[in-house]
């Protein structure tokens, strides 16, 4: 549990999760799915919509579990 919270604080990781993002929802990746059958784009859109939602949500939750600076300086005191 702590390497996922050390690889959510990461600085580049709201980048990557914009790039990968930015792939799933392109026009080419949606459109590979059968067109006849609009359950399927459906279910795709918001389960990875779902998904993206969850990463970012647990990025801002790892980043306030880490104490402030003002914090850790009151501390050494």
Do not use: C
Request: proline share 5%; net charge negative.
């Amino acid at each position: 549990m702590e390497r996922l919270k050390n690889l959510l604080r990461q600085t580049e990781f709201p980048i990557f999760l914009f790039f990968v993002s930015l792939v799933l929802f392109n026009w080419p990746v949606v459109n590979l799915s059968d067109v006849h059958r609009l359950e399927i784009p459906f279910i795709y859109l918001f389960t990875t919509w779902g998904i993206v939602v969850l990463l970012l949500y647990l990025a801002g939750k790892s980043l306030g579990d880490q104490p402030s600076s003002e914090e850790t300086d009151s501390d050494k005191k």
